[in-house]
């Protein structure tokens, strides 16, 4: 059997009847269907398609692959098929990925079995993804402006441009800025003639400074100073579009730079620490005051409907944790700074505060006292300087986010799976606006004279990467933008939600992920358990759900990704986010091996090719995972994951959480006290406990029963989650005969941004994977 054969840099291509059998195993495959063949080198670091090479040919007798008129000597000739597989199994060929092992280790060949099937995810495309974020809606209602991010980080510096889209104008968005550099938060003025934003133009990558671009054209200018390396945290326009507010701390002193330039630089902790200040800037002139300073921390801030006074929070000390221990203070200053009023104490962090027509709002704790506590939305009494919490957020469901403009102030919650979102009148009513089972994370309201709520919102799918949406009354949801249009164009995968009862009784829900050909009927896939990071976090429908696109990586390759929404998480309220308080290691884990026993009896997932992933607080659930023998996984990848819950209160800078969620940190622990005690030697300045749960939660002190083959995966710079949480483990596994392979990234944080590093992450995940999962 001969065929022609003709291979074409980034196509699919007609191979005609290839292969009547293919052999994998003791399990042989007929394939009638015509086949599409894509070839691929592997090379380090990715794929790099070949060039075009005609006449190949395979026979069914011993599967050589081969061409007439090359010799055996010829460089182009590639060798013999050793293994045909897919890694679905017997009865999962339609429509899903098949791969040919060559002889030549260097070779590899991709094969589907349906002319329609489009999943042959591009890992480098995958990197170059755009992500809409910062939506500002105009004043008049007509354009949306948002800044585009990549994924990525190709260079030294990051960049983002900065687009405009016509609302309910499908495909209307244009690019506004030139994306050389790293332009962030849009805002247009008052009266809608300029947009304000943050950059970096000046020198990329150190400098930040607040630019005012004409909307009609015209060259942007500062209204900071340009060469400022302290990064600008957050500014917003006033209401008559004289002035704009900002917070950042103070640049280095002369004496500062001094004395590192010739090494004389200690740190003496609790010194020289970098307070935010509040500043204003007068857009026409650029004339700088600083209005809020002294030994505290400008957290947030928001001007007053007149323009005539400031609302901000300050905390006691710039670090993350400080209003965890020392509570917020809320305070109103006049714009000249002159006059300055406490306004209220509050008992714990407050994440944004936002004051239009209806008053001041702000978001913060259901208890506030915790860190893992359920978010709500308060309201300030300014006269009375007192705050009532809300029914948005709290006992039922999260208030996640506060948005405010010149028309109202608006807010997003997380109801179970869905998003949604609510405008404030000025009398206080507050009204839905949309809702939707969906990831929203960035949106903008705006209330009109006479008619509906405009919305912006950004949306997508298992398929579809996030885009621009705007949302009317007399249109609906009206798509915007096309920044990811190719990846879309694959059709990757489709989701539905799931939903079940935990061992005790508790209601569980999540979601599945799976390729878009497949069909119930076609069987159970082998099937990655991805727990989400948080663990104050939910999984909803969307493209991005977790934290490094391991969704689109996996199913792309056929695999199932199971994502459990356990408890200790948002959506649900209050009694579903205090499981995480203390209860690391209980129910976080067995929720999520309840919803995968569910669906291994529903018949979508194959129980004996199951592995867990997951990053941040789901890479702590595949370590711990591991160390259990209730389900044996056959691999787990764990990301930037905990191994030791002690350690982390010790070194985490987010320490308040760690020790919270261990359920105290070891500097609150005496260990002579007994459980029964406790109660007797706990005063109103201190609570003495026996013991944490630090070690029952950990998975470094439970290795006796480990066997599963284990990927490590961490950035080298993490402070959220240090590194020598990897290493503990990893030498653990190399002590106790434990398959492990660790992979580190230098210069990367608590989250992977680099380009070629997302790239070789995601190329060992799909070795481990196929490795694995066989």
Known sequence: METGLAIIAGSLITLRPLFRWFLDGSSSYRLDKPHYVRQEDYVAGGYALSSSMPNRSVTQDNLKYWRPDLSAENPRAHGVITSVSTPLGRGHLTGLPLSCRFSNPTLEIKMVTDPNDKAQ????????????????????????????????????????????????????????????????????SPAGTLIAFKSDRHRPGKSSAIYVLPVDGGEAYPVT???????????????????????????????????????????????????????????????IRTIVAGHRHVHDFTWSPDSTHICFVAHKGPDINSAGFYGAEILITSITGSEEKLVAQFPGPISQIAWGNCGVFFIAGHVPTHCLTSLSLYELNIEHGSYTERKDGGETHCCITLRKNQSCLSYRVQRYLNDEFFSISDDGTRTKAYSEKCEMSSFDVLKT?????????????????????????????????????????????????ISTYARDGYYLDGMMYVPSAYKFEDGPLPTILIPHGGPYWRVTTGFAVCHWLEVPVLVSMGYAVLCPNYRGGSGRGEAHAAYARGGVGTVDYTDCIDMLKYSIARGSVDPARVAIAGWSQGGFLSYFAVTREEFQFRGAIC?????????????????????????????????????EEEDS??????????????????????????????????????????????????????????????????????????????????????KFCYRNLQ
């Open 121 to 188: 995810l591009n890992l480098q495309a995958l990197a170059d993804l755009q992500v809409p974020r910062d939506l500002s809606i105009s004043p008049d209602g007509s354009r949306i402006a948002y800044a585009l991010q990549p994924l990525s980080k190709k260079g030294d510096h990051a960049t983002s441009p900065i687009w405009i889209a016509t609302v309910d104008k499908e495909n209307s968005s244009r690019q506004f800025t030139s994306g050389l550099f790293n332009d962030e938060q849009p805002q247009w």
């Open 225 to 287: 100073p340009v060469d400022c390396e302290k990064p600008i945290v957050a500014f917003e326009w006033n209401s008559t579009g004289t002035s704009i507010a900002y917070t950042s701390s103070d640049e280095k002193t002369e004496e500062q730079v001094s004395k590192e330039k010739v090494k004389d630089d200690p740190t003496v902790w609790g010194e020289d620490l970098e307070y935010s200040r509040l500043r204003i800037s007068h857009v026409a002139t650029g004339q």
């Open 449 to 497: 004279t006479g008619s509906s709520d405009i919305i912006a919102i950004t949306r997508g799918d298992g398929s579809n990467p996030e885009e621009v949406f705007s949302i009317s009354k007399s249109t609906g949801p009206v798509k915007l933008s096309a920044h990811n249009s190719s990846i879309a164009a694959l059709e990757i995968s489709k989701s539905w939600s």
């Open 639 to 675: 990301g930037a994951g905990i191994s030791e819950w002690n350690s982390m209160a010790m070194m985490s800078d987010a320490y308040w959480m760690q020790g919270e969620v261990a359920g105290g940190a070891p500097w609150d622990v005496d260990t002579n006290i007994k459980p």
């Open 681 to 766: 030697v706990t005063s109103p300045e201190k609570r003495w406990i026996g013991d944490t749960n630090g070690r029952r939660g950990s998975a470094l002190w439970h290795m006796r029963n480990v066997k599963t083959p284990i990927l490590i995966l961490h950035g080298e710079d993490d402070k959220r989650v240090p590194l020598e949480q990897a290493i503990a483990f990893y030498r653990a596994c190399v002590h106790n005969n434990v398959p492990v392979e660790m992979v580190t990234y230098p210069r990367e944080g608590h989250f992977i941004v680099e380009r070629r590093h997302l790239i070789d992450m995601w190329e060992r995940i799909r």
